[in-house]
Nanobody, 115 residues
Framework: QVQLGESGGGLVQPGGSLRLSCVAS????????MGWYRQAPGKQRELVAF???????SYADSEKGRFTIARDNAKNTVYLQMNNLKPEDTAVYYC?????????WGRGTQVTVSS
């Protein structure tokens, strides 16, 4: 059973930055891809960004240029650097990893963007 632990969420003012971390219980190189999703109140969970095993990246259109996903294989960790945050980025952010047909989720970390 793969376990994922997110951290780094919090309250930030509009225009601010946060870096989320997701530590996996196994080597990140085992997974087909790892990524970040978010769910705002009353909305469906949506993709933010993911990184494939070969290192290629993919972003949702709304986050391109503001968010950056990165991976540190030595630390079994995936990061999400979020810049120029907006109130509409407020959500619970979840780390997810995909291994063949299995999807594993973290418990999430709350990000609130408000003045």
């Amino acid at each position: 059973q793969v376990q994922l632990g997110e951290s780094g969420g919090g309250l930030v003012q509009p225009g601010g930055s946060l870096r989320l971390s997701c530590v996996a219980s196994e080597s990140t190189l085992r997974f087909d891809r790892m990524g970040w999703y978010r769910q705002a109140p009353g909305k469906q969970r949506e993709l933010v960004a993911f990184i494939r095993r070969d290192g290629t990246l993919s972003y949702a259109d709304s986050e391109k240029g503001r968010f950056t996903i990165a991976r540190d294989n030595a630390k079994n960790t995936v990061y999400l650097q979020m810049n120029n945050l907006k109130p509409e980025d407020t959500a619970v952010y979840y780390c997810a990893t995909f291994l063949m047909t299995q999807v594993y989720w973290g418990r999430g970390t709350q990000v609130t963007v408000s003045s």
